[in-house]
């Protein structure tokens, strides 16, 4: 019987040795138990998915509050003293909604309805407050730039708690 598999027509398997290469490789352990098995192959990747899945969220609702942050505490609209400020906030907000040439929010019309609509707004509001009082004033028209900022913040935070409540359903 010759040993070189190549000269040997009738050996199916060959065994080769793992040359090791660096000090700290040590030998592949094989998984023994089931338990072991579901750990390392089902529960650690369940884990990793649901942390990679929580970060991206967190990123994303960073995002979210960073571009409506101002509407978010609709309130202090009415002491925004630097009126700059709104302005570069409204013209960052018109960038976000902005896909190619379609914008839903044109950033002049937001940032002179804002000016107008904190005299009106009663004190305390909060933007849900404040997208149903301008429905019952009938200023949907007249306000049309912040209702489709509201509606957007609101539905946001309506799919984020959606969300959430799936994933601790999966569990």
Not at 1 to 10: E, F, G, I, L, T
Not at 101 to 126: G, R, T, W, Y
Request: charged share 25%.
């Amino acid at each position: 019987m010759a040993r070189d598999p190549a000269q040997n027509k009738y050996c199916d398997t060959v065994h080769r040795r793992k040359i090791k290469r660096f000090s700290y490789e040590e030998k592949d352990e094989s998984v023994n138990s089931g338990k072991q098995s579901f750990k390392i192959n089902f529960f650690f990747v369940m884990l990793n998915t649901a942390i990679s899945s929580l970060e991206e969220g967190f990123e994303l609702m960073d995002n979210h509050r960073e571009s409506f942050k101002f509407i978010y505490d609709i309130q202090s609209l009415q002491n925004f003293a630097d009126k700059e400020e709104l302005n570069k906030a409204c013209k960052h907000l018109q960038i976000v909604l902005s896909v190619g040439e379609d914008c839903n929010v044109n950033n002049n019309e937001l940032f002179e309805e804002l000016q107008i609509f904190a005299e009106m707004l009663p004190s305390k509001s909060l933007p849900a407050h404040a997208l149903s009082y301008i429905t019952q004033l009938g200023y949907m028209d007249k306000f049309s730039n912040v209702i489709i900022a509201l509606k957007i913040i609101l539905t946001f935070l309506v799919s984020v708690v959606h969300d959430e409540r799936s994933f601790f359903k999966s569990k």
